[in-house]
């Protein structure tokens, strides 16, 4: 019986099919442009190979679109009609139904029955992470790590991956030493690990370093080059360390020429130009009209509700260039979201989504006390959007600036602290709002005393 490259055994027979699945895990777990390419090889090849009809269906799913979801089930349809599956291939449609119907958190329950009898299977433990990073579980993702650890010693194909993925999870869970430590084994075994480098990227980030996160990325742009859209958020990172350092011409030119400059409608893509361009902002930068490109794609992403995450940055892009229309259609559909007879579909989206989006409707109205209250009552959940601590970290600015001129100056002085609290050092962000504060209280008080 044939092998995969992680030596489990699979209902592979075609010696170019079986070079292809290397080729299409390879490609996976190091975010590669080329994945699709090889899978499809995989399966015209082998069209009865249950995994690769599995891996398809997640492939479309963690892509986050609505109009995707009849691709995903397809293939799901398509892997159940397979003969002969093995039992961890079985185990592997369980998975996939469960995400299908979008019950995540079942969907992980089969995937962690594959690695407790086969810790060494990579797919496995990348998509388990994958969808833990979809639902700002790092503490489930970290543990799910921690359990098979064992398994990827240096002869594991999947070693250098395996490191990339356990530094992001040290770093989303604030150990941050430890996080820098894996994410540089993990490149020096896998050079083209764009995902641990990123993770040593977010690092620079949490503990205020921005200097040191340029000189981290320099020279080093052939570790993201190779990869899917993921490489437009490795720019976002750059880019994030130039806004640090009040380098905002950088910030434009990295927005127009990597970040943007493919205008795609990819959630992921329009957050990071959605939250870069509101990063900004903030900072008092005209943006000029680059907010249109991404209201008119937002617009027409009302009635997706696949993520939190996704649906708060589109109502971040329709407030911003003020689409009002479009944006209460939005809330109106998250409404109904909330109100939803499936369990799971309700959970998604009243809490923290409701609050949040009608704090960030009302920011981008400038009727920032509103924007405070609700934006101040969804923080405690905001976790559950998904995503990472630097890509939330614009809706926790959001609230903070919106306090500020709301005037709820002791508010503001216990966020900034406790955002303090969870990073290894103060950005150029808090620093800045540690000084409009104290600018504010000195006004407060000669008002007061006149």
Known sequence: MATDPFGLPVSLRHPEAITAWESTMRAFLAHGADTPVHLARVLELEPQFTIAHVAKGMFYLLLGRRELMCVADEALSAARACSDPLPREQTYVAALEACVAGDIHAGLRPLEQILRVAPQDALAMKLSHAWRFVLGDSTGMRASLERVAEAYTPDHMAYGYFQGCMAF????????????????RGLEATPDDAWGLHAVAHVHDMTGDARGGLDWLSGREAAWAHCNNFRYHVWWHKALMHLDLGQMDQVLMLYDTEIRADKTDDYRDISNGTSLLMRLELEGVDVGNRWEELADLSQSRTEDGCLIFADLHYILALAADGRDEATAR??????????HADTVVRKRMATPGLSAARGLEA??????????????????????????????????????????RAG???????????????RGGEDGYAAARHALLSQARTQAALLAAQ
């Open 169 to 184: 999870a040290f770093e989303e869970t604030g150990e941050y030493t430890r996080a820098r430590t894996r994410g540089l």
């Open 363 to 404: 920011f981008g109205e400038g009727n920032y006390t509103a924007a405070f209250t609700n934006l101040l009552a969804a923080r405690p959940d905001m976790q559950k959007a998904g995503g990472s601590h630097a890509q939330r970290d614009v809706f926790e600015r959001i609230t903070i600036d919106a306090g500020l």
């Open 408 to 422: 709820q100056f002791a508010q503001v002085e216990t966020l900034l602290a406790d955002r303090q609290a969870k």
């Open 330 to 339: 939005m809330l109106g559909r998250m409404h109904a979201d909330a109100k």
